[in-house]
Antibody
Framework: EVQLLESGGALEQPGGSLRLSCAAS????????MTWVRQGPGKGLEWVSI????????HYGDSVKGRFTISRDNSKNTLYLQMNSLGEDDTAVYYCARVSSCYSSAWDTPQWCFDVWGRGTQVTVSS | DIQMTQSPYSLSASVGDRVTITCRASQDISFYLNWYQHTPGRAPKLLIHTISSLQSGVPSRFSGGQSGTDFTLSISSLQPEDFATYYCQQTYTRPYTFGPGTTLEIK
């Protein structure tokens, strides 16, 4: 069964750091891009970061750029999110998701879709 | 950044009803449009990718389409498990923005 399991969420003080993990199973982890998405209290989904397979290229949303670092360990089938300089606006449930190339017969080019998700881990930033 | 809007913000309906949710992008996103379903406490679920392609395992009562600049998600006959929040998302360019969500509630 294809599965993603996040961990590492906690209560942290403003200015602190946390590292989230996402353990993958049931698929060849190294061949997929992976992404983090968060949902703040009473808010919708917000894309946070992505790391591609192959060259391992990374990209970030503006709200976390320079503070968060996404990485992966293919030998451990695990995705990480290092979060530094945390602020109260970072309070959210953090989800990891698998990034797939989704094809349609109507178009010649695939597009990215987030086709497998974990159940999330809660991060609370508060003094 | 590309802004995604959705309407309505919330929707009350009954089991067996047909409902349609609309999503619009602030600029052309071609076919780079996905729909997700999210129930509190559960993992979000990909329903439709590339405007209208049904993700494997998703019931055929879900369908996606486009009318002009609007993208639509329709559910033909609501089932109890369909009451959730629905998000559109563009993957045309980073950041891969989501719409604000449409919450479907039981009438």
């Amino acid at each position: 069964e294809v599965q993603l399991l996040e961990s590492g969420g906690a209560l942290e003080q403003p200015g602190g750091s946390l590292r989230l993990s996402c353990a993958a199973s049931g698929f060849t982890f190294s061949t997929y891009g992976m992404t983090w998405v968060r949902q703040g209290p009473g808010k919708g989904l917000e894309w946070v970061s992505i790391i591609h397979s192959g060259d391992g290229g990374t990209h970030y949303g503006d709200s976390v750029k320079g503070r968060f670092t996404i990485s992966r360990d293919n030998s451990k089938n695990t995705l990480y999110l290092q979060m530094n300089s945390l602020g109260e606006d970072d309070t959210a449930v953090y989800y990891c998701a698998r990034v797939s190339s989704c094809y349609s017969s109507a178009w010649d080019t695939p597009q990215w879709c987030f086709d497998v998700w974990g159940r999330g881990t809660q991060v609370t930033v508060s003094s | 950044d590309i802004q995604m809007t959705q309407s309505p913000y919330s929707l009350s309906a009954s089991v067996g009803d047909r409902v349609t949710i609309t999503c619009r992008a602030s600029q052309d996103i071609s076919f780079y449009l996905n729909w997700y379903q999210h129930t509190p406490g559960r993992a979000p679920k990909l329903l439709i990718h590339t405007i209208s392609s049904l993700q494997s395992g998703v019931p055929s009562r879900f369908s996606g389409g486009q009318s002009g600049t609007d993208f639509t998600l329709s559910i033909s006959s609501l089932q109890p498990e369909d009451f959730a929040t629905y998000y559109c998302q563009q993957t045309y360019t980073r950041p891969y923005t989501f719409g604000p969500g449409t919450t479907l509630e039981i009438k």
